[in-house]
């Protein structure tokens, strides 16, 4: 299904003419060297383009001949490689292998260009005819960029201010030789169902974080205990030549666009519509991220999101996009030279919008007004499931891959989300905007207690008598006691965790101490005051529990989050009417 699917968009990219044709792929060169009709090496030329900040230069790419996947053996590419195969430099320290990737380089150049009548393919084998490794390195024209010529940098031709690549009659030798038929067995394609030879190997995937940057694999058999029937390597797995170029094109294709590529824990996220329509990633990345001004506003993400969902069509950039189109969601993970699939999501986009609406729709709640997020995206949620002060920063993988899957599908939120917001509040003492909106979104999504869905709720709740959350708001009028009478408010660093998860042994204490604090202030303040604790005492109908359990204390804290928001929000106000 995935393999398939990517096919599919590879082929609705090819009718756009997006993407590279069969044979061909977009590779990073940093040099061309010139020669001229004798095949002598006469300059190098840079080929490096400033990056996107241009602060630096970075390789530019070019569509070419596409690279084989190498191992430890020894395969030359066509008119692209790096500077052992083209000039028999390296810094590996085993000069008789760099002659044989210099000597494979001569074999399969001379092989496709020695019987075509063009001065620029007869002048590259003069070239690979000619060439001295064994002088190579004093040669002056790679004396300052020798560094990179050591460490694989990218090299193609050039000849008479063209190309190599570009030149018709070369390229026509390429793509015969691409084309041609495979030697072995017939066998059932498993993704177009053609009788073809299957791919050995197919071409590597680049760009998924944390693997290696040489590329990896998303189907591979190196081992004789995951080999049947005497086959090997993806003979295991039939899939044709052009299937196996087609699925990892259209996904090295993803991966290189890296505005449309999330990373949630150690996954790469990439995203795609069936009709390859570009817009849907954009409005989808708009949606996940949270909004960007300069983009999308918070509006015009909220009023989007409810017209896909009411599915209606909505105008990008002069493309209509249809809350009906397939859209596909895929996760990957490293693992060592091959990539696991930590994720695969099918869905209309309309549905996809809409769980995505559903989950900011709970987590809505009233800010601190220290954030600056309106809409929360994922990594700042999993951001506050972790240490600030640890060397690693970064969630839970396994915690990220099924939080994302959850928001994604409906699902339940994982335990362990709300498991280690509630470990980081016990440890910070302190609960941000980012830790109350996952504590009301977990409960509203995993929870079906009546109770919660009164208390659940964007702003303070002033009518609900459900003691955790009553019990909650007096801390933070307990709290703010102390702060009026000493000016400071060592209650929340002592007792909150223990009053949260504990009220029948802290809150006679701290109630003791809020007496003490009370007959500090002055007349009309200690009236404000007392008045505000009979009330919310009035509301308690029952005796302290002795425990609250996890879900309990996630609603003391909402009930402590929402009436710590209020009294921020009328303080000016409040302090104004007790002085009067």
Same mark, same amino acid.
Request: hydrophobic share 40%.
């Given at each position: 299904m995935i393999l398939q699917s990517l096919v599919n968009y590879y082929e609705a990219l090819a009718q756009k003419g997006e993407i590279s044709r069969p044979g061909w792929a977009k590779v990073k060169v940093s040099y061309a060297l010139v020669i001229d009709?004798?095949?002598?090496?006469?300059? /190098?030329?840079?080929?490096?383009?400033?990056?996107?900040? @241009?602060?630096?230069?970075?390789?530019?790419?070019?569509?070419? %001949?596409?690279?084989?996947?190498?191992?430890?053996?020894?395969?030359?590419?066509?008119l692209c490689d790096n500077a052992a195969y083209m000039l028999g430099i390296d810094n590996k320290g085993k000069p008789e292998r760099t002659i044989q990737c210099f000597e494979a380089a001569k074999t399969l150049h001379q092989s496709l260009l020695s019987d075509i009548n063009d001065l620029a393919a007869k002048s590259l084998c003069k070239f690979f005819e000619?060439?001295?490794?064994?002088?190579?390195?004093?040669? %002056?024209?790679?004396?300052?960029?020798?560094?990179? +010529?050591e460490n694989g940098a990218n090299l193609i031709f050039m000849f008479d201010e063209k190309f190599l690549h570009t030149n018709p009659e070369i390229a026509q030798a390429w793509q015969t030789f691409y084309d041609?038929?495979? =030697?072995?067995e017939k066998m059932c394609c498993l993704i177009t169902g053609k009788s073809v030879v299957p791919a050995a190997t197919h071409p590597a995937i680049k760009g998924v974080y944390g693997a290696q940057s040489s590329g990896a694999a998303l189907v591979s058999f190196n081992a004789a205990a995951y080999c049947s029937f005497e086959r090997t390597q993806n003979i295991n797995s039939p899939i044709g030549k052009y299937a196996a170029f087609a699925y990892t094109t259209a996904l090295n294709h993803l991966l290189s666009d890296k505005k449309h590529v999330k990373h949630s824990g150690d996954t790469s996220i990439v995203y795609w519509a069936e009709d390859a329509e570009a817009q849907y990633q954009d409005v989808f990345s708009a949606f996940f991220d949270g909004g960007d001004e300069n983009i999308m506003s918070n509006d015009d993400i909220d009023d989007f999101m409810k017209k896909i969902v009411q599915g209606n069509s909505i105008n990008w950039s002069? &493309?209509?996009?249809?809350?009906?189109?397939?859209?596909? &969601? +895929?996760?990957?993970?490293? $693992?060592?030279?091959?990539?696991?699939?930590?994720?695969?999501?099918?869905? *209309?986009f309309g549905n996809f919008v809409r769980h995505l609406k559903e989950h900011y729709d709970r987590l809505e709640i009233v800010s601190d007004n220290r954030s600056k997020w309106k809409t929360i995206p994922l990594w700042v949620l999993l951001r506050e499931t972790v240490n600030k002060n640890a060397s690693d920063k970064s969630p839970s993988a396994q915690m990220s891959g099924d939080t994302l899957r959850a928001i994604l599908t409906g699902a339940f939120y994982p335990a362990t989300l709300y498991q280690q917001t509630q470990l980081r509040i016990r440890a910070e003492r302190k609960i941000s905007y980012e830790k109350a909106a996952i504590i009301k979104a977990y409960l509203m999504? $995993?929870?079906?207690? =009546?109770?919660?869905?009164?208390?659940? #709720?964007?702003?303070?709740?002033? #009518?609900?008598?459900? #003691? %955790?959350? /009553? +019990? @909650?708001? &007096?801390?933070?009028?307990?709290? #703010?006691?102390? =702060?009026?009478?000493?000016?400071? *408010?060592?209650?929340?660093?002592?007792?909150? &965790? *223990?009053?949260?998860?504990?009220?029948? /042994?802290?809150? %006679?204490?701290?109630?003791?101490?809020?007496?003490?604090?009370?007959?500090?202030?002055d007349g009309a303040m200690r009236t404000y005051f007392a008045k505000q604790l009979t009330e919310l005492t009035s509301m308690i109908t029952k005796s302290y529990p002795a425990h609250h359990n996890l879900y309990d204390q996630g609603i003391f804290q909402l009930g402590y989050y929402h009436q710590t928001q209020k009294r921020y929000a009328k303080k000016d106000k409040s302090e104004t009417t007790v002085n009067t």
């Open positions: 009709e004798n095949g002598a090496l006469i300059s /190098v030329l840079p080929l490096k383009v400033p990056d996107e900040n @241009g602060k630096k230069l970075i390789p530019r790419k070019f569509e070419l %001949p596409a690279p084989v996947k190498r191992s430890v053996g020894i395969e030359a590419n066509f000619n060439w001295d490794i064994s002088s190579a390195r004093a040669n %002056p024209l790679f004396s300052d960029i020798m560094d990179e +010529l041609g038929e495979e =030697e072995g002069g &493309i209509p996009l249809n809350p009906d189109n397939k859209f596909y &969601i +895929l996760g990957l993970a490293p $693992n060592a030279a091959r990539l696991s699939v930590r994720f695969f999501l099918v869905d *209309s999504r $995993n929870t079906d207690n =009546e109770d919660y869905k009164e208390v659940l #709720q964007v702003d303070l709740n002033e #009518q609900t008598t459900y #003691q %955790p959350y /009553v +019990l @909650g708001r &007096i801390f933070s009028v307990l709290e #703010q006691i102390q =702060e009026k009478a000493s000016g400071v *408010s060592s209650i929340k660093d002592k007792y909150f &965790i *223990s009053a949260c998860a504990t009220p029948a /042994v802290v809150f %006679p204490i701290i109630m003791s101490l809020a007496d003490k604090h009370l007959r500090k202030l």
